[in-house]
């Protein structure tokens, strides 16, 4: 089973997105899925004020293989907590996706507690963007900490400067998942797996932020064994969804 960890849906526009002409829609993110060989994807809608979840759930329906993440800004109606509990109820979401530096808030703060406490009460993993102020590794640990049974997902694993922080708080915080997405240099994806395990290592693309041609490439230039790489490509994730149990 391979799963890419984080690809996202809907409309890009900027500089960063010039290179895109269209909307990114299910039948994209899937043809990609087929010419890179994996089984599935982790989706999530643009980074909005008021994230789009509703939108993103409507158009996965009938697309078993794309999987939502609910995008949550804890400054919304009630924590963020009635958005995430529609989005499981009614769009199918599993998981819940978090963004401090784009929404404004510490991750170790007490903004995100309410959002968080309805994670763990529903079972969902937790992705949390990492790698600037607001979202530093450490941070990201303080929270993990304090819900140790909720998975949390440190995308991009503390990428540019902080990725050996990330690996470091992962040491000691067995419940937080260093995630590859935008992590150029394949010696950091060696060092996490030989420090805390091919599980819990995880594959990600960040389409079309990152490409799956381009991230992939990165993991198996880390030269990893056969089975670690299993690991990070897939089995990692389907062992914390459930997939396949």
């Not at 290179?19 to 087929?34: K, T, V």
């Not at 995430?84 to 995100?112: N, Q, S, T």
């Not at 381009?214 to 790489?229: D, F, G, S």
Request: hydrophobic letters at 40%.
């Amino acid at each position: 089973m391979r799963i890419d960890c984080e690809m996202h849906i809907g409309n890009f526009v900027g500089d960063l997105y010039a290179w895109l002409d269209h909307e990114i829609r299910p039948q994209e993110l899937e043809a990609l899925l087929d010419q890179h060989e994996f089984d599935m994807a982790l989706i999530m809608p643009p980074t909005l004020q008021e994230p789009d979840n509703r939108s993103m759930g409507e158009a996965l329906r009938g697309h078993p293989r794309l999987l939502g993440f609910a995008m949550i800004n804890p400054y919304g109606p009630g924590g963020g907590v009635p958005e995430l509990e529609r989005a499981v109820g009614e769009w199918d979401m599993k998981g819940m996706k978090l963004v401090p530096l784009r929404h404004g808030y510490e991750i170790d703060g007490e903004v995100p507690l309410r959002a968080m406490k309805c994670a763990e009460r529903l079972g969902l993993p937790v992705s949390i963007h990492s790698g600037a102020h607001y979202c530093l590794p450490w941070q990201i640990g303080d929270i993990a900490k304090k819900f140790p049974t909720v998975p949390v997902i440190m995308d991009h694993m503390g990428w540019r400067y902080y990725v050996d922080g990330a690996i470091n708080v992962a040491e000691t915080t067995p419940n937080i998942y260093l995630e590859t997405a935008m992590v150029s240099m394949p010696g950091y994806i060696k060092i996490a797996v030989n420090r805390l395990g091919a599980d819990r290592v995880i594959y990600g693309s960040d389409y079309p932020t990152g490409h799956p041609g381009a991230m992939l490439q990165i993991v198996q230039a880390a030269k990893l064994k056969p089975e670690e790489e299993a690991f990070v490509l897939g089995g990692t994730l389907a062992k914390i969804l459930r997939i396949g149990s």
